[in-house]
Each structure stands twice: as structure tokens, then as C-alpha cells.
């Protein structure tokens, strides 16, 4: 199996990157062979990979971090890099790999602080790998500071420094950052391509693989995190009812309340496991005994610690929420189709029977309008708008229409 293999529907692309990992790893053989270096490349410094949600773009730009790292013996007899199996591949794509450093958004923005260390670590050469490799999850998230520290970085790279940024379109990234890298655009996968991933990797029978691809109509992740996980399941369940709860407004005000709290429990939970693993492990760092005080003039590490951990406690409440109101806008979509007597394929049959008496009970103008302020929930949320009052105020406007 190799690195490329979990990237549904992206053959294009992947073909693209295997390529470049083949220059990337001549490249790299002959200058520790002080061998001459090769004349044409596929390879740069810097990638832009970009795509709508469930594409899997950061699947991709780590799969591709793991065949720049790849270390295996059959490369000598002409295999491409990134045989998934090896040191190299595993390491990276599990990421625990030394010279492969990831930046994710820990609240609603990148700051310069959380780029420091590793925007002065792309400037060192590789500890043990191949290739030093700066995977940024999250670009649109940069703040002014971080994208500016970027781009020095970007600009003068060193000379086996590579940046991935990835990203949910072109124009979320800074132009100056945008033009010096090599883009990629990703497309959704088929509900097909999707359905048969599940069935394969997965072991997930084929008519339930079918309906989760659907209902997620080619979301990867979220395809398989319904397919494996039955309170995700619930969860979508649960949202799927909220059309039919709103028609007063204590109904509205409940659902709301119901919907905000559900997303607060499944931040509380990842919060527990993550929160505590990382305090003891900082704690040991700081030579703190087991259960003991910890030394003198450690305090502010672990207030910037209890901060860091708040602001994703506060990411994460509102991806949750952000999870709901897609599957939401899903639900309305089927709708449209209904009352616009569209061909397009439901995807939320599971729910057809609700699907119908709304189709029935509104007209068109209303749906979209309920279309349009579940997106204007969710540019609230982006300004940092309370989640209880983002969420009220649409649900008091899809009970309008």
C-alpha cells in the first residue's frame, strides 16, 4: 500500500506529486553522492494545496511529506518513493516524524508566536530525513504576523526546505505567499469513489457505505467518522430533526440551546483526553516530580499552556457547531430539489419523509432563504459572534423562512 492510496478520487494530482518526489529523491541522492545534480524538476520549495471541505487536502500534502521522506531499498531498483511501509513513510504520516513539522490552527487563528519555533526550524537542515518539511494545515488562518513570517521564510528557503500549505482556496492565502508556491487544486470525490474507499480500507458493509458517501455527498472524513462511529450517527440524527422542532418559538429557543450544548460536550470530551496528556507531559519536561510542585518560575509556561489549550477548547466547540449547520444546509438542499422537482440524487434519504412535508408545507423563496441564514450563522461564528446567539437568531430564521 502506498502513500497515495488513501487519496480518493485525487488520480491527477497524485500522479503530479509522485513525479516530483521522483526528482525530489534524485535530487537528494546525487548531492549525497556529490553526483551532478539533475537539470529539470517537478520538485520546488513550496506547494499550495487547496480544495473544498472533504477533498482531503492535508491527507494529501502529508502523503506527499511521507514520499519526500521515503527510505525504502527498492527506490535503488527504480520503485517511486513514498512505498508507505518504510521508516520514512510511516513516521511522516503518522507525524512523528523528526524533520516533518505541522502547524495547525489551535483557535480561530495561526499567531506568530505558534509560528516561531518552526519558521526558525525551516532554516535548519534535516536532523535525520531527507527533507525538512513544513506542513501548515490551516493557511487561511494565518494572521498578518504569521503569513509575514511565513513569507521571509518562503522567500529564502534553505536548500532541502519544503513548505505545504494548505488551504480551502487560492484566495485565501496571501498573494505574495500564493505566488511563490506551486499550486494544486483538489476536487471533491465521487459518492462512488467515496463508497468503495469505505468498503475497501474499511470493511463497511456496501449499502452503508453507499448511504454515509451520500448523505456526506464525498466528505471523506466525515464519511468514514459516520460509517465507524454510531454517536456520530446520533449526532446527525439529532440535527436532521431540527427542521421539524422549530415550528414555535420555544421549540426554536430549545433546539438552539440543544445544538450549541452538544457541540460544547463534544469539545469537553476531546479537551479531557488531550488537556491532561499534554499537562503531564509538560510537567515532566519541567522536572515537576510525580504529583509534586512545580520548580521556580515555571508558572508562565503553564499559563501559556492553559491558554492554548482554551482557544482550541473554543476551535473546536465551533467546528463542531460548523459540522452541524452543513448537514443542515444538506437537509434544505433536498429540499430545494424536491420542490424544484430536480433529478439530482437526495442525499439525505434516510430523512425523505421529513424532506417531503417541508417540500410540501414552503415554496422555493423560503427554502433558500433558510439556506441563506444558515450561512449567516455561520459568518457569525467566523466574527466570533456567541455561539448561542448565532444559533437562536437562525433558528428564529428558518421558523420564518
Same mark, same amino acid.
Given at each position: 500500500?502506498?502513500?497515495?492510496?488513501?487519496?480518493?478520487?485525487?488520480?491527477?494530482?497524485?500522479?503530479?506529486?509522485?513525479?516530483?518526489?521522483?526528482?525530489?529523491?534524485?535530487?537528494?541522492?546525487?548531492?549525497?553522492?556529490?553526483?551532478?545534480?539533475?537539470?529539470? =524538476?517537478?520538485?520546488?520549495?513550496?506547494?499550495?494545496?487547496?480544495?473544498?471541505?472533504?477533498?482531503?487536502?492535508?491527507?494529501?500534502?502529508?502523503?506527499?511529506?511521507?514520499?519526500?521522506?521515503?527510505?525504502?531499498?527498492?527506490?535503488?531498483?527504480?520503485?517511486?518513493?513514498?512505498?508507505?511501509?518504510?521508516?520514512?513513510?510511516?513516521?511522516?504520516?503518522?507525524?512523528?516524524?523528526?524533520?516533518?513539522?505541522?502547524?495547525?490552527?489551535?483557535?480561530?487563528?495561526?499567531?506568530?508566536?505558534?509560528?516561531?519555533?518552526?519558521?526558525?526550524?525551516?532554516?535548519?537542515?534535516?536532523?535525520?530525513?531527507?527533507?525538512?518539511?513544513?506542513?501548515?494545515?490551516?493557511?487561511?488562518?494565518?494572521?498578518?504576523?504569521?503569513?509575514?513570517?511565513?513569507?521571509?521564510?518562503?522567500?529564502?528557503?534553505?536548500?532541502?526546505?519544503?513548505?505545504?500549505?494548505?488551504?480551502?482556496?487560492?484566495?485565501?492565502?496571501?498573494?505574495?505567499?500564493? =505566488?511563490?508556491?506551486?499550486?494544486?487544486?483538489?476536487?471533491?470525490?465521487?459518492?462512488?469513489?467515496?463508497?468503495?474507499?469505505?468498503?475497501?480500507?474499511?470493511?463497511?458493509?456496501?449499502?452503508?457505505?453507499?448511504?454515509?458517501?451520500?448523505?456526506?455527498?464525498?466528505?471523506?472524513?466525515?464519511?468514514?467518522?459516520?460509517?465507524?462511529?454510531?454517536?456520530?450517527?446520533?449526532?446527525?440524527?439529532?440535527?436532521?430533526?431540527?427542521?421539524?422542532?422549530?415550528?414555535?418559538?420555544?421549540?426554536?429557543?430549545?433546539?438552539?440551546?440543544?445544538?450549541?450544548?452538544?457541540? =460544547?460536550?463534544?469539545?469537553?470530551?476531546?479537551?479531557?483526553?488531550?488537556?491532561?496528556?499534554?499537562?503531564?507531559?509538560?510537567?515532566?519536561?519541567?522536572?515537576?516530580?510525580?504529583?509534586?510542585?512545580?520548580?521556580?518560575?515555571?508558572?508562565?509556561?503553564?499559563?501559556?499552556?492553559?491558554?492554548?489549550?482554551?482557544?482550541?477548547?473554543?476551535?473546536?466547540?465551533?467546528?463542531?457547531?460548523?459540522?452541524?449547520?452543513?448537514?443542515?444546509?444538506?437537509?434544505?438542499?433536498?429540499?430545494?430539489?424536491?420542490?424544484?422537482?430536480?433529478?439530482?440524487?437526495?442525499?439525505?434519504?434516510?430523512?425523505?419523509?421529513?424532506?417531503?412535508?417541508?417540500?410540501?408545507?414552503?415554496?422555493?423563496?423560503?427554502?433558500?432563504?433558510?439556506?441563506?441564514?444558515?450561512?449567516?450563522?455561520?459568518?457569525?461564528?467566523?466574527?466570533?459572534?456567541?455561539?448561542?446567539?448565532?444559533?437562536?437568531?437562525?433558528?428564529?430564521?428558518?421558523?420564518?423562512?
Amino acid at each position: 500500500m502506498t502513500v497515495w492510496d488513501d487519496l480518493v478520487g485525487q488520480e491527477k494530482v497524485s500522479e503530479q506529486l509522485a513525479a516530483a518526489a521522483r526528482d525530489a529523491d534524485a535530487f537528494v541522492t546525487a548531492a549525497a553522492a556529490d553526483g551532478p545534480l539533475p537539470e529539470a =524538476s517537478k520538485m520546488t520549495h513550496a506547494w499550495l494545496f487547496t480544495g473544498p471541505p472533504g477533498a482531503g487536502v492535508t491527507q494529501t500534502a502529508r502523503a506527499f511529506a511521507a514520499a519526500l521522506q521515503c527510505v525504502s531499498p527498492d527506490r535503488a531498483l527504480g520503485a517511486a518513493p513514498g512505498c508507505g511501509f518504510c521508516d520514512g513513510c510511516h513516521t511522516a504520516l503518522v507525524g512523528t516524524h523528526a524533520d516533518v513539522s505541522t502547524v495547525a490552527a489551535v483557535g480561530t487563528q495561526i499567531l506568530a508566536e505558534d509560528m516561531r519555533d518552526t519558521v526558525r526550524k525551516s532554516f535548519t537542515s534535516p536532523a535525520s530525513g531527507r527533507w525538512q518539511i513544513i506542513l501548515v494545515e490551516d493557511a487561511e488562518r494565518l494572521n498578518e504576523r504569521s503569513a509575514n513570517a511565513v513569507l521571509k521564510a518562503v522567500e529564502e528557503p534553505a536548500p532541502r526546505t519544503v513548505w505545504l500549505l494548505c488551504a480551502p482556496s487560492i484566495e485565501d492565502v496571501l498573494p505574495t505567499i500564493r =505566488s511563490r508556491c506551486r499550486h494544486l487544486n483538489l476536487r471533491t470525490p465521487s459518492v462512488d469513489a467515496v463508497a468503495d474507499m469505505l468498503v475497501r480500507r474499511e470493511g463497511i458493509e456496501p449499502d452503508v457505505a453507499a448511504a454515509v458517501a451520500r448523505a456526506t455527498q464525498g466528505h471523506v472524513d466525515r464519511a468514514r467518522r459516520l460509517a465507524t462511529d454510531p454517536a456520530a450517527r446520533d449526532r446527525r440524527a439529532a440535527v436532521l430533526k431540527l427542521p421539524l422542532r422549530i415550528e414555535d418559538v420555544g421549540g426554536g429557543l430549545k433546539a438552539a440551546q440543544e445544538l450549541v450544548d452538544a457541540a =460544547s460536550e463534544d469539545a469537553k470530551q476531546l479537551a479531557e483526553e488531550m488537556d491532561a496528556k499534554e499537562t503531564e507531559e509538560l510537567k515532566a519536561a519541567l522536572g515537576a516530580a510525580q504529583g509534586g510542585r512545580l520548580p521556580r518560575g515555571t508558572a508562565g509556561v503553564m499559563n501559556d499552556l492553559e491558554k492554548m489549550q482554551k482557544r482550541r477548547r473554543t476551535r473546536t466547540q465551533r467546528d463542531s457547531l460548523d459540522l452541524a449547520l452543513t448537514d443542515l444546509t444538506g437537509f434544505y438542499r433536498d429540499v430545494l430539489a424536491l420542490q424544484l422537482g430536480s433529478r439530482v440524487a437526495i442525499a439525505n434519504a434516510d430523512a425523505e419523509d421529513a424532506l417531503e412535508r417541508l417540500a410540501r408545507g414552503s415554496s422555493p423563496e423560503s427554502t433558500l432563504r433558510r439556506i441563506e441564514a444558515i450561512a449567516a450563522c455561520r459568518d457569525a461564528l467566523d466574527r466570533n459572534v456567541a455561539p448561542l446567539l448565532a444559533v437562536e437568531a437562525m433558528t428564529m430564521a428558518l421558523r420564518a423562512g
